[in-house]
T-cell receptor, first 116, second 111 residues
């Protein structure tokens, strides 16, 4: 079955440590996105990528970095510069950027990151 | 600044009740409004409403778009415990690459 796989489901980070969240899709989607979800707030866009080797900052990119070396993969690194990283992170994909406007989003099951 | 506001933020009802969830938006060049259901982890798509499709229905769920009031409602009739979830409202912003999400309404249906 096609879908998006995020790993790990739970991740603990020490202060000052970089961690990388994995996102892999086998839907042959061009566009991929990273969102952050905090209690009482909507999903906020961190980074998005429309095609391989290209990505753009979203609303809250500071302290995060991404790469898009393969169409299937869009890993997110949470760096030590991100001062409040504890949150639920969702990866999504869509066939293309235009489809991402609507029903074309497919979400992964998320990674819950906690700073210890 | 584009924004999407949902109310209430949380709601507790009993099985069989009917609930109405609200979503209001301020987005430049509005094209569509989306509803998602987030049960455990991954949000799943429910409805997309546009100027040409202002009312959608699927089983016990229905949604209406009011372009004059810049809002939408999601109705769930005869609620079941399986309806317990966070319901997200989202509006694609100008430019297409970004979708503005509301904070969500957390619905809990008691047996």
């Amino acid at each position: 079955d096609g879908g998006i796989t995020q790993s790990p489901k739970y991740l603990f980070r020490k202060e000052g440590q970089n961690v990388t969240l994995s996102c892999e899709q086998n839907l042959n989607h061009d566009a991929m996105y990273w969102y952050r979800q905090d209690p009482g707030q909507g999903l906020r866009l961190i980074y998005y990528s429309q095609i391989v080797n290209d990505f753009q900052k979203g609303d809250i990119a500071e302290g995060y970095s991404v790469s898009r070396e393969k169409k299937e993969s869009f890993p997110l690194t949470v760096t030590s510069a991100q001062k409040n990283p504890t949150a639920f992170y969702l990866c999504a994909s869509s066939i293309d950027r235009d489809r991402g406007r609507g029903y074309g989003y497919t979400f992964g099951s998320g990674t819950r990151l906690t700073v210890v | 600044e584009d924004k999407v506001v949902q109310s209430p933020l949380s709601l507790v009802v009993h099985e069989g009740d009917t609930v109405t969830l609200n979503c209001s938006y301020e987005v430049t060049n509005f094209r569509s409004l989306l509803w998602y259901k987030q049960e455990k982890k991954a949000p799943t798509f429910l409805f997309m409403l546009t100027s040409s499709g202002i009312e959608k229905k699927s089983g016990r769920l229905s949604s209406i778009l009011d372009k004059k009031e810049l809002s939408s409602i999601l109705n769930i009739t005869a609620t079941q415990t399986g309806d317990s979830a966070i319901y997200l409202c989202a509006v694609p912003a100008t430019g297409g690459f970004k979708t503005i999400f509301g904070a969500g309404t957390r619905l809990f249906v008691k047996a």
